[in-house]
């Protein structure tokens, strides 16, 4: 969760500035100055939030998520950075480059990451609560935007390909309520529809009734855990193994075992979020053939 809040405050205060920056450099262009303008308050809110998290942290260093950042999905969201912040200092930049920038940006992961740090603390923290509303009026925003710009539904149309569903439907079950509306919001731009579930037993009665392309469970749940769901699941139908995508914290070396002896695709957590979407990918791969 360090490393995660690190970052997240490096990245909120770079794009503070770069907003600030380009708001200064195109302030001919008043919508557009006023958005950055806006948007730039915003970070600098969010790196406040992500300071007192910090602190948080620190009092309170049990608090590990099942999620790890990877230097994949780091990298695409910081390299959009870097481009406009080297277009900035050419003569030739454009609104175009500060437009692409928010697409790329304001529509990735980074968001959702920082959705589940505000997630982790907001339960004994009233000051988190309203961001997770804001965050969707930030996006909104930008959507809005784009739709009253001349010639701003390429943008539209580039947001929405990031969003475009690739398969069907996916279950997550997890006794974590911060995990779950991580996942939820990953898979969101994958999937045309999501189910959640807090232990094996909810999820066992949603696999009873509905047929789901991938199930992300964790293992260790109340209730029935992870290995008594895959075990009730198999009754009714033997292939569901092949759907099923386990995280697990810290397993014993029994569990370990059932999980290789079984074949079953296990991610040790935190897992990060390309192995993931890679894990998700290979199962929907494999089941298409």
């Given at each position: 969760?360090?490393?995660?809040?690190?970052?997240?405050?490096?990245?909120?205060e770079r794009?503070?500035?770069?907003?600030?920056?380009?708001?200064?450099?195109?302030?001919a262009?008043?919508?557009?100055?006023?958005?950055?303008?806006?948007?730039a308050?915003?970070e600098?809110e969010?790196?406040?939030?992500?300071?007192?998290?910090h602190?948080?942290?620190?009092?309170?260093p049990?608090?590990?998520?099942?999620?790890?950042?990877?230097?994949?999905?780091?990298?695409?969201?910081?390299?959009?950075?870097?481009?406009?912040?080297?277009n900035?200092?050419?003569?030739?930049?454009?609104?175009?480059?500060?437009?692409?920038?928010?697409?790329?940006?304001?529509?990735?992961?980074w968001?959702?990451?920082?959705?589940l740090?505000?997630?982790?603390?907001?339960k004994?923290?009233?000051?988190?609560?309203?961001?997770?509303?804001?965050?969707?009026?930030?996006?909104?925003?930008?959507?809005?935007?784009?739709?009253?710009?001349?010639?701003?539904?390429?943008?539209?149309?580039?947001?929405?390909?990031?969003?475009?569903?690739?398969?069907?439907?996916?279950?997550?079950?997890?006794?974590?309520?911060?995990?779950?509306?991580?996942l939820?919001?990953?898979f969101?731009?994958k999937?045309?529809?999501?189910?959640?579930?807090?232990?094996?037993?909810?999820?066992?009665?949603?696999?009873?009734?509905?047929?789901?392309?991938?199930?992300?469970?964790?293992?260790?749940?109340?209730?029935?855990?992870?290995?008594?769901l895959?075990?009730?699941?198999?009754?009714?139908?033997?292939?569901?193994?092949?759907r099923?995508?386990?995280?697990?914290?810290?397993?014993?070396?029994?569990?370990?075992?059932?999980?290789?002896?079984?074949?079953?695709?296990?991610?040790?957590?935190?897992a990060?979020i390309?192995?993931?979407?890679?894990?998700?990918?290979?199962?929907?791969?494999?089941?298409?053939?």
């Amino acid at each position: 969760m360090k490393d995660i809040i690190e970052w997240l405050i490096g990245i909120e205060e770079r794009a503070a500035r770069l907003y600030m920056d380009a708001a200064n450099c195109l302030h001919a262009d008043n919508e557009l100055a006023d958005l950055l303008k806006h948007l730039a308050e915003e970070e600098q809110e969010h790196v406040k939030l992500m300071k007192d998290a910090h602190m948080l942290y620190r009092e309170t260093p049990f608090i590990e998520p099942s999620v790890a950042l990877d230097s994949i999905t780091k990298d695409g969201i910081e390299k959009s950075f870097s481009n406009c912040e080297r277009n900035l200092t050419l003569k030739s930049f454009t609104a175009d480059h500060v437009h692409n920038c928010l697409v790329e940006t304001e529509f990735s992961e980074w968001n959702d990451v920082f959705l589940l740090v505000i997630n982790t603390f907001k339960k004994n923290n009233r000051e988190f609560l309203p961001i997770v509303a804001a965050i969707q009026r930030h996006k909104n925003d930008i959507k809005c935007y784009f739709e009253a710009l001349p010639g701003g539904q390429k943008f539209l149309d580039t947001i929405k390909h990031l969003s475009d569903i690739l398969f069907n439907t996916i279950l997550i079950v997890d006794d974590s309520p911060s995990i779950l509306d991580f996942l939820e919001a990953i898979f969101s731009r994958k999937f045309s529809r999501i189910e959640t579930a807090t232990n094996g037993k909810e999820a066992l009665e949603k696999i009873n009734k509905t047929f789901f392309d991938v199930i992300i469970s964790d293992v260790n749940m109340p209730l029935m855990n992870g290995v008594e769901l895959i075990a009730e699941a198999q009754k009714r139908d033997p292939e569901i193994r092949n759907r099923f995508l386990f995280l697990a914290g810290g397993p014993s070396r029994e569990a370990l075992q059932y999980f290789d002896d079984n074949k079953l695709k296990l991610l040790i957590k935190p897992a990060t979020i390309n192995d993931i979407y890679q894990a998700v990918n290979e199962i929907m791969q494999r089941n298409k053939l």
